[in-house]
């Protein structure tokens, strides 16, 4: 599609936040909209108001329009509250991405829709036409899908998001709490969506070069599988689901305790390790999952965003 993508950066120590400046230095005159996600996969993270009038800021200055992926808006927890970005901007116009696979759990059907909020009338007719071409590149859901969604978005009762909701947020208390006790571990608290982030103290794992390793070595002989968030272009991580059952929920911190228990090695045996062998160990940069695009390709007419028709 004649995409190029630029990372921006997230802090993991501060709720995941985007890390505004490192946005900005990647923007330049070819950047045709900024992604965000929020609720995050994999980070859980929930933006506040405040941070996402930040992000719509920069937007505004530069003339962006943002792609706010939005599919997690209904599975956020721990005293948070989620802030549509459609909801917020004034001038900025947001096409926002959802679909039915997390609310109503039901992944596999394949059936979404973009959401274009324009206040401000930048959007064009062009634009618009070229939204209906990307979705015909692919096949769509199938008419039986099609056809159930009405009820599905009127009649679910509000029980059973609750019942998710909760079940969400119980697990991820308590894979939380059990895994903040295991050495070599950090964990970071979600507030919404079904994962949450492990930071690996690679360091303190001398066996292993990089996540990927780590995560793989976890499966082979502890049968644990979490994906290595290298996938993610956040190395160093590994991500957890949160709904799985709470009995394999327990077990599979257990298995992960005694994995790194066994592959562990404190600070003073590095360090003497370290002074034979005269390595230095290097922190890589966190990155997020979230990024900018440039130089889309939009359909009909070879319409662009970016250059062609850049915001008023």
Not at 101 to 109: A, D, E, Q
Not at 156 to 162: G, H, K, L
Not at 196 to 215: A, G, H, Q, R, Y
Request: hydrophobic share 35%; proline share 5%; net charge negative.
């Amino acid at each position: 599609m004649g995409i190029e993508t630029k990372f921006y950066d997230l802090q993991p120590e501060n709720g995941w936040k985007v890390d505004i400046g490192h946005m900005i230095s990647q923007i330049d005159g070819e950047t045709a909209a900024i992604i965000i996600n929020s609720p995050s996969n994999p980070c859980g993270g929930v933006f506040s108001r405040e941070h996402v009038q930040e992000i719509i800021d920069v937007c505004d200055m530069y003339r962006i329009p943002i792609i706010a992926d939005e599919v997690y808006e209904h599975v956020v927890y721990n005293d948070k509250e989620h802030y549509p970005f459609a909801s917020v901007s004034e001038t900025v116009p947001v096409f926002t991405v959802s679909s039915i696979s997390k609310r109503f759990l039901v992944p596999g059907w394949r059936l979404g829709w973009v959401i274009v909020h324009d206040r401000a009338g930048a959007i064009t007719d062009d634009m618009r036409r070229c939204l209906t071409s990307l979705t015909q590149r692919t096949l769509g859901p199938c008419s039986i899908v099609q056809g159930a969604l009405p009820d599905i978005l009127k009649s679910t009762p509000q029980s059973s998001f609750d019942f998710t909701t909760q079940l969400v947020q119980n697990n991820s208390r308590m894979f939380y709490k059990l895994i903040s006790g295991t050495k070599g571990l950090k964990p970071i608290e979600p507030a919404g969506a079904l994962y949450m982030m492990v930071k690996i103290d690679l360091d303190n794992f001398p066996t292993f070069k990089s996540d990927i390793e780590f995560t793989e070595s976890l499966m082979s002989e502890e049968s644990v599988f979490c994906l290595p968030a290298s996938c993610f272009s956040m190395p160093g991580f590994f991500r957890i689901v949160l709904c799985v059952p709470k009995d394999k929920a327990i077990e599979a911190c257990e298995r992960i305790a005694l994995f790194c228990q066994r592959h562990y090695q404190c600070d003073d045996h590095l360090t003497t390790s370290f002074k034979k062998t005269g390595k230095v160990a290097i922190l890589s940069r966190i990155t997020s999952s979230v990024y900018l695009l440039n130089n889309v390709q939009t359909g009909e007419g070879n319409s662009r965003i970016a250059n062609n028709q850049r915001l008023p």
